[in-house]
C-alpha cells in the first residue's frame, strides 16, 4: 500500500533532502569531476560510483516515504468502548496482549503505538521522522536505515573526491570567476557533507542499537526496556532486513519477507 502524507514540515523536509542531493550531484560533477579527472578513465568510474550511490539513496529513501510503515487497520464495525475510561485497556488476543487504542478506536497488536501526525496505530513504531515524511514502524524500518546508510556513505564519498581534486589540481578552473565559483561550492558541499553526515551517523547507531536491543524509541522513552525473549542478534536483524540473503540487506529494491523464519514472516517489502 503506498502512503504519502501532506504534512507541510514531512514535504519540507523532503524537497530539503532532493535538493540537497541534486546540489550534491552538480558539484561532484560539475566542479570536481570535470575540472580534475575528465580526461582520466577515474574521472568516469567516479562520476558513476557517486551517481549509483546517489540512486540507491533515492531509492531506499522513496520506498521509506511510500511504504506502509505497518498501519494497523480500521475495524470494519464501529466497537463500542463506551465501558473503557482508561487511555488503554489490555485485552487477550491469541495468546498475545494487545491493547485498545482510544484515538483508532480498534484493537492493536503488542509493540503497535498511535501516532499523532499519521493519526493511526503503527506496528513497531520507532518514530515518526519528518524526513521521509512518515512513521518508522515495522515494514519500512528496513529502508529508513538504508536511506541512512547510503546518505553517510554519499558524504564520505563526496568529501573523498574534494580532497582528491584539490590535490590533483588545486588551480582548477582557467578562469578567476570560475576558480571562485569552485571554492564557494566546495565550501557549501562540505559544510553540507559534515551536517548530514554526522546526522545520519548517529541517528543510523541509535538505530542498530534499537535493533539488536530489541528496543523501540517509544519503548525506550516509555522505560519498557528490552523484551523479555533473548535472541540471537542475526534474528533480531532479519526482523528488520528479512529473512533473504545477508547480501541483500542494502538492497532496496529486493523484495522478500520481514521477520523470523516461519508461519509468522507474511509481510513482503
Not at 501526525?117 to 520507532?126: A, N, P, Q, T
Request: net charge positive; aromatic share 10%.
Amino acid at each position: 500500500m503506498v502512503v504519502f502524507r501532506t504534512d507541510p514540515c514531512g514535504i519540507v523536509c523532503v524537497l530539503i533532502t532532493y535538493i540537497s542531493v541534486l546540489y550534491a550531484d552538480y558539484v561532484v560533477i560539475r566542479h570536481l569531476v570535470m575540472p580534475t579527472l575528465s580526461d582520466t578513465l577515474w574521472g568516469s568510474i567516479n562520476a558513476l560510483g557517486f551517481n549509483s550511490v546517489l540512486f540507491l539513496l533515492i531509492f531506499s529513501h522513496m520506498r521509506a516515504v511510500l511504504s506502509d510503515p505497518g498501519i494497523i487497520p480500521l475495524p470494519d464495525t464501529d466497537i463500542d468502548f463506551s465501558d473503557i475510561h482508561s487511555g488503554q485497556k489490555k485485552v487477550e488476543k491469541g495468546g498475545d496482549e494487545w491493547t485498545v487504542c482510544m484515538k483508532c478506536e480498534t484493537y492493536r497488536p503488542p509493540r503497535a503505538h498511535h501516532c499523532r501526525i499519521c493519526r493511526r496505530c503503527i506496528r513497531r513504531m520507532d518514530h515518526h521522522c519528518p524526513w521521509i515524511n512518515n512513521c518508522v514502524g515495522e515494514y519500512n524500518q528496513k529502508f529508513f536505515i538504508q536511506f541512512l546508510f547510503y546518505t553517510g556513505l554519499a558524504s564520505l564519498y563526496a568529501i573523498s573526491l574534494v580532497v582528491v581534486s584539490w590535490i590533483l589540481d588545486p588551480m582548477g578552473e582557467k578562469s578567476k570567476e570560475a576558480k571562485h565559483m569552485r571554492i564557494v561550492h566546495t565550501i557549501i558541499l562540505v559544510i553540507e557533507c559534515i551536517m548530514f553526515g554526522l546526522f545520519v551517523i548517529a541517528i543510523g547507531c541509535d538505530q542498530m542499537q534499537a535493533v539488536l536491543h530489541d528496543e523501540t524509541a517509544v519503548e525506550h522513552i516509555q522505560r519498557k526496556g528490552p523484551r523479555k525473549a533473548k535472541r540471537p542478534k542475526i534474528s533480531l536483524l532479519a526482523d528488520v532486513f528479512g529473512n533473504g540473503p545477508m547480501y541483500t540487506w542494502l538492497c532496496p529494491f529486493y523484495t522478500h519477507p520481514i521477520g523470523p523464519p516461519g508461519p509468522s514472516s507474511t509481510h513482503v517489502v
